[in-house]
């Protein structure tokens, strides 16, 4: 501002005219598109309550003049009132005072000082309204802070070049409209410099330019008083003339600290709203674009992007940083070309994102110098950085948490914005602070979700889908609501006689412990099934080894064994919901009604068993009751579903089980994991099995040699004849020669591959010997083990079972 005095104009600070200004932006419909801070406090309304609001309604002017101020003497204002001003009749600017009513019934009245400005041009904006707060500059006047009695406080215009330091001013007006892009606040700009800037006339030769202004350093503001100080001794005048203005700025400085921790506090409700990893990312980024910067490229270390836990010793030149996130305001497409979101790339030692990175400190660049461009783009190879980065003002802020980095950020400013200064680095580095945890709560929960689905995915079995008999199709669904983990699974378990046991069960709880639990039942079901125990039998000793390992070891569970030979499901329940047979003869499904039980680890309660019919082309449908349960809900509702969709044809296995989940599970969001298994039970035909009753005496083996070479010729499995006759030798040479046996049975099954098994009443299992070159024995299973795929021995109801199996050559 220009103050007249008895030894000429005197050049003050414009520092005096950064008062807090509300910014009110209304497009053409009359309809207010930009709310600032200011304006919530000046005014009272939020942002949410503003925006979209016909502008009348928020500013209600009750009278044009303030009744309580007649020391100021009338004012009859610049051009229109602020009535006709906000409705939109206005060609030029415009300038009053004015008493608005505030939003509360019967509330205060403020009296403000505006500026209105018609807008012209693609943008949707119309009118700039500016108002300020009259109390504040009288305020710091009336103390007789410019020696003489003020005259009145009113708004105006000024050219452009009507006061010193209009190019700073000017470059700090994009301030005012911090929300907006670069293009869209530099011609709004533009256009109030051309129709004059706004100031604040203390007297007919005493005008103060308003300058928004973010904030003030506390350095900057000493060195203003100083100057002040200074310029009063040349005139002869006290210090205390030039005081206003230090009261000003320390009390614009409170405001400037005030209006940054509002952002901050903006931006940290903006983000962490959710735990996944790359949406937190686009969080980050969009928080402070375009408000705090043009330009956030976010990097983050590659053990971060995969997930492989918390990196581990400081970043180097061969540190892979990631590119995961480019939010900018400019055009679009410009930056994707050249900097690409999933690009990996180390950063050498002269940048300043290595400084960064290594320090751990933000690193501030007013302008990046073409020098600088140069070594940047340098990383780029054939890819030309500079057009968007030279002459930027840069500020790289590290993303930290527990003192070790996860990446950084990098800001950029458009050349037309304040270049970042130290209170924009101490609030970057708030800000990189605040979003780093974020991320790295954001990161451990990826990793730990990574290895509890590892740890899941690890005790699950990977089923054939084609056993003896019978196919098979699975699902496992992690639970939603509950955490991923849980002890839901499934089985199936390979038994003599071409026999196909069939699991699942429950682990009641979730997380590690349910897994880890769930793991050990699985364990403990294979060994038992494997020993052919029956069902009732195998439930008993599963309950009694739960009981063994801890009071809370409860599950559920569902075995069931498949015959295919015989067409009959052997099943036992303990505590389970029960499967669904679906008939092949009519398509009919029906919940097959078992024995409930008790679930494992209740102890002292029975267990029984049942038998079913079943026909080739019938299917079995065994789930757990995440699948069918729904809170509020009786269960019986999710089983009558569950029956229904299981009887809808189906090309395929995995067609059926894909059917059946989209039956149930929108059914009011799954909070449980699901384990499901179907198997089509296709049956052996009798055609492809042989049974034989051999006389316990040596000269059988022969004969079973006999027999075996007819029926593979008979089977068309010539290639395997000759090896199917030695080991059937080896198998009833044992069972008539070392055996105590009262009858032998042999019987092949041509089901996919070539089964046989040699059945005696003597239940002493044989064991494989390790065979020397003198000995007489032992050396009949090593031939077995040798060349069979498979072979096993187990237990029966009336003594043993020997068994090898080969696989059919193809055709």
């Not at 003339?241 to 400085?253: R, T």
């Amino acid at each position: 501002m220009v103050r007249g005095t008895p030894d000429g104009p005197v050049a003050h600070s414009a520092v005096a005219g950064r008062i807090p200004l509300a910014v009110v932006v209304v497009d053409g419909a009359g309809l207010v598109s930009h709310w600032s801070v200011g304006a919530r406090r000046l005014f009272g309304y939020t942002k949410e309550e503003a925006v979209g609001r016909p502008v009348g309604d928020l500013l209600p002017v009750h009278g044009a003049l303030p009744e309580d101020h007649e020391p100021y003497g009338a004012y009859d204002g610049l051009g229109p009132d602020l009535e006709t001003s906000l409705d939109r009749h206005l060609s030029y600017p415009a300038a009053g005072r004015a008493r608005l009513t505030g939003p509360e019934p019967g509330g205060t009245r403020a009296d403000v000082l505006w500026w209105a400005y018609p807008l012209i041009g693609p943008g949707p904006e119309r009118l700039l309204v500016l108002a300020a707060d009259a109390a504040r500059p009288a305020a710091s006047d009336s103390g007789g802070a410019r020696g003489e009695q003020v005259e009145r406080i009113a708004p105006g215009f000024a050219l452009h070049t009507d006061f010193p330091g209009a190019d700073e001013l000017a470059g700090r007006l994009p301030e005012i409209l911090p929300s907006m892009s670069v293009g869209e606040s530099s011609r709004i700009v533009a256009q109030i410099l051309e129709l004059g800037y706004p100031v604040l006339e203390f007297s007919q030769h005493d005008r103060v330019p308003v300058t928004p202004d973010w904030g003030v350093a506390r350095r900057a503001e000493r060195k203003a008083r100083r100057e002040r100080a200074e310029r009063a001794a040349v005139h002869g005048l006290p210090a205390s003339a030039y005081a206003g203005a230090d009261d000003e700025g320390e009390d614009l400085e409170y405001a400037a600290v005030r209006e940054r921790l509002e952002f901050l506090n903006e931006v940290s409700g903006r983000i962490g709203s959710s735990l996944d990893l790359s949406h937190t990312i686009v969080e980050v980024s969009r928080a402070v674009v375009p408000r705090f910067t043009d330009v956030a490229g976010t990097y983050l270390r590659e053990q971060v992007v995969a997930g492989e836990g918390f990196p581990e010793g400081p970043p180097d030149e061969t540190t892979l940083w990631h590119r995961v996130a480019v939010e900018h305001t400019d055009e679009p497409g410009r930056w994707d070309d050249v900097v690409p979101v999933g690009e990996s790339m180390p950063f050498p030692a002269h940048t300043p994102f290595f400084q960064c990175m290594t320090s751990g400190d933000p690193v501030l660049v007013p302008r990046i110098t073409e020098e600088m461009g140069n070594a940047i783009a340098a990383q780029f190879e054939k890819r030309d950085i500079r057009p968007l980065i030279n002459h930027r003002s840069m500020l790289v802020v590290p993303l930290k948490a527990r003192n070790v980095v996860l990446g950084f950020m990098i800001l950029l400013r458009h050349r037309e914005r304040p270049v970042f200064n130290d209170m924009d680095r101490v609030t970057g580095a708030e800000l990189a602070a605040r979003a780093g945890l974020v991320i790295d709560n954001a990161r451990m929960y990826t990793y730990q979700e990574s290895v509890a689905d590892t740890l899941q995915d690890s005790m699950l079995p990977h089923i054939q889908p084609r056993m003896s008999g019978c196919d098979i199709a699975t699902r496992y669904l992690p639970g939603t609501l509950l955490g991923r983990v849980g002890g839901d699974w499934f089985d199936s378990v390979k038994l003599p006689g071409s026999r196909t046991a069939l699991v699942v069960g429950d682990v009641m709880g979730h997380g590690l412990n349910s897994a880890a639990m769930m793991g050990q039942m699985r364990t403990a079901v294979q060994t038992m099934a494997a020993l052919d125990l029956p069902p009732e039998q195998l439930l008993r000793n599963l309950d009694d080894l739960a009981q063994r390992l801890g009071e809370h070891y409860l599950a559920t569970c569902l075995y069931a064994v498949y015959d295919p030979i015989a067409g009959e499901l052997h099943l036992a329940n303990a505590g389970h919901i029960p499967p669904v047979l679906v008939r092949a003869e009519d398509g009919r499904s029906e919940l097959l009604d078992l024995p409930t039980g008790a679930p494992i680890g209740v102890g002292g309660v029975p267990f029984e068993s049942v038998r079913v019919r079943v026909a080739p082309g019938d299917r079995l449908l065994m789930c757990t009751d995440g699948l069918v349960e729904v809170r509020g809900e009786d269960i019986g509702v999710g089983l009558a579903t569950l029956t229904e969709s299981a009887a809808h044809p189906a090309a395929s296995m995995d067609e059926a089980c894909d059917t059946i989940i989209r039956a149930l599970n929108p059914r009011g969001g799954r909070k449980d994991d699901v384990a499901l298994l179907m198997a089509r039970l296709n049956g052996i035909a009798a055609k492809d099995v042989a049974h034989w009753r051999l006389a316990v005496d040596p000269s059988e083996v022969s004969r079973a040699r006999e027999l075996v070479r007819e029926q593979v010729r008979a089977w068309s499995l010539d290639a395997l004849g000759d090896t199917a006759e030695l080991l059937v030798s080896e198998l009833v040479t044992n069972a008539v020669r070392h055996s105590r046996s009262t009858r032998v049975d042999l019987r092949l099954v041509h089901a996919g591959a070539l089964l046989c098994e040699v059945e005696d009443d003597d239940s002493a299992l044989p064991t494989l010997l390790s065979a020397g070159p003198g000995d007489e024995f032992g050396r009949g299973l090593r031939v077995v083990s040798t060349l069979a795929k498979e072979w096993g021995t187990s237990r029966t109801n009336s003594g043993k079972t020997v068994w090898f199996e080969l696989a059919v050559p193809r055709r």
